[in-house]
């Protein structure tokens, strides 16, 4: 799906190069945090993703082609299989939630009834149904943050690069934003988000490259993920850290409960179902919408009675599903 190829990148100018012989593969369905400090290169990688950027030397490949072999006036339509995601939301000022979501499919070319379609599937999916007609000044942080990822989705790419998407919110509205893109990866599209969170990114055990200075020191694919009771939890040093540490547990244990409400009250018919199955969970109509390549589990939650991020399903239990780890 992406692959890194020895890469590397050095900037006009610059003594040092911002990536220096990186290597990874990325493969279909995958969720993966890419992390290191400032400088270290994480935007750049996601830049050669989208052919913002070339590399020095090495080779780029993304959706099974070489992004050198794509002509400059093809890169546009390259670019609409990645829906892109940034600290900053970048949305269009004058334009209300609907319009900006719509405008990505607008300037495509796609039908007006598939916009018409598409466009509430997607503020349905990011929760935000019914504040289509207002402008982003009218929304919270996290709800334009929400808005640019109905953008970055509703064109149904096959991946989201998402760059440090939580910067500029608070711990509880970061969750919220990590655990819908958790969701949309659950959907079937391949998610590669750059961060500085490292409690989150403990926490919801996924796949992590690191860089450092330019250079890859850490690929956790399939280093025991899956099992949460061996993975140590960070310690909460840094204060926003631990904020979102314990939002991430609340939200947990509030679908644990709930996940335990909806499983209890269920008298099956004779004869009883297997002992160890589990609660059938349903999913939502705005799942059903969309292309799912792999299935959505998710508890049938009242979702007016919870808040997004209680909603969105983060358990651990579903990654089994979510797709390939190597
Ligand atoms: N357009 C550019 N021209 C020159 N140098 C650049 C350019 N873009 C990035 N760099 C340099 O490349 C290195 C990696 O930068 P990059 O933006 O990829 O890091 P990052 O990990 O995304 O950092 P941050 O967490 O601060 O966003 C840095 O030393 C940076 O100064
Ligand atoms: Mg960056």
Do not use: W
């Amino acid at each position: 799906m992406i692959r890194f190829e020895n890469v590397t990148k050095r900037y006009r100018g610059t003594k040092r190069p911002a990536l220096s012989g990186v290597d990874f593969e990325v493969q279909r369905g995958e969720f993966v945090f890419l992390v290191g400090a400032s400088g270290s290169g994480k935007s750049s990688c996601l830049q050669l993703i989208l052919r913002e950027e070339s590399p020095t030397s090495g080779r780029v490949a993304v959706l099974g082609r070489d992004l050198k072999s794509i002509a400059n006036r093809k890169v546009p339509y390259f670019r609409r299989s990645i829906g892109s995601v940034f600290q900053d939301f970048r949305l269009l000022p004058s334009k209300t939630v609907y319009q900006n979501v719509a405008f990505t499919l607008q300037v495509t070319g796609a039908s007006r009834g598939f916009i018409q379609q598409a466009v509430p599937e997607a503020l349905a999916l990011v929760g935000l149904s019914g504040k289509e007609k207002r402008l982003p000044h009218e929304l919270s942080g996290g709800e334009q943050q929400r808005v640019a990822i109905a953008r970055a989705i509703v064109n149904r790419p096959q991946i989201v690069l998402a760059d440090e998407p939580t910067g500029n919110l608070d711990p509880g509205t970061s969750v919220d934003i990590m655990q819908l893109l958790a969701r949309i990866n659950a959907g079937g599209t391949t998610v590669l988000m750059a961060t500085h969170e490292a409690a989150f990114v403990d926490q919801m055990q996924r796949r992590v490259i690191e860089l450092r200075d330019g250079e890859m020191v850490r690929d956790e694919v399939g280093g025991g993920y899956g099992d949460t009771s061996n993975v140590p939890r960070l310690e909460p040093e840094a204060i926003r850290g631990a904020a979102a540490t314990a939002a991430l547990q609340t939200v947990r244990e509030v679908h644990r409960e709930t996940e335990a409400a909806i499983a209890e009250p269920v008298p099956a018919p004779a004869p009883a179902p297997e002992p160890q199955a589990p609660a059938r969970p349903t999913v939502k109509p705005a799942d059903e919408a969309r292309p799912a390549t792999h299935p959505i589990t998710l508890p049938a939650i009242d979702v007016a009675e919870l808040g997004v991020a209680d909603r969105l399903g983060l358990d651990t239990g579903d990654d089994e599903e979510v797709g390939p780890v190597s």
